[in-house]
Nanobody, 119 residues
Framework: QVQLVESGGGVVQAGGSLRLSCAASGRTFSSSAMAWFLQAPGKEREFVARLSWNFGTTSYADSVKGRFTISRDNAENTMYLQMNSLKPEDTAVYYC????????????WGQGTQVTVSS
C-alpha cells in the first residue's frame, strides 16, 4: 500500500498562485508514477498532470499547460503542483494519485485538498 497526503490548498484570487504538496509513504517502490487530478462540483474527476518517478517525464492537461508545473523531491518522496495564473474555473478538489506497477492503474489516492479561486 502507498499512503498519500495532500496539503497546500486554499482560497486565492484569480491570477494568484498556490503550491500543492503530496507526501507519499509506505510501499512507494510499488509505484512508478504519480499524478494530480481535480474534481469540480458536479463534474467527474479529470486528469491534471503526471510525473514519472524513474525518468522525471511529465505530461499535462491542455487546460493547465504553461500555468501549472508538476515536480518532485525524491529524497522526501514528495510531489508538488505549482499552480500559477489561477482562474476561477480551476476551483476544485485536487487529488494526488500514485499508480500501481502491478495493475498499471492509479490505485492509491489521497484525501483531496480544496482549491478555490475567486474572481
Amino acid at each position: 500500500q502507498v499512503q498519500l497526503v495532500e496539503s497546500g490548498g486554499g482560497v486565492v484570487q484569480a491570477g494568484g498562485s498556490l503550491r500543492l504538496s503530496c507526501a507519499a509513504s509506505g510501499r512507494t517502490f510499488s509505484s512508478s508514477a504519480m499524478a494530480w487530478f481535480l474534481q469540480a462540483p458536479g463534474k467527474e474527476r479529470e486528469f491534471v498532470a503526471r510525473l514519472s518517478w524513474n525518468f522525471g517525464t511529465t505530461s499535462y492537461a491542455d487546460s493547465v499547460k504553461g500555468r501549472f508545473t508538476i515536480s518532485r523531491d525524491n529524497a522526501e518522496n514528495t510531489m508538488y503542483l505549482q499552480m500559477n495564473s489561477l482562474k476561477p474555473e480551476d476551483t476544485a478538489v485536487y487529488y494526488c494519485a500514485a499508480n500501481n506497477i502491478a495493475t498499471q492503474r492509479y490505485d492509491y489516492w489521497g484525501q483531496g485538498t480544496q482549491v478555490t479561486v475567486s474572481s
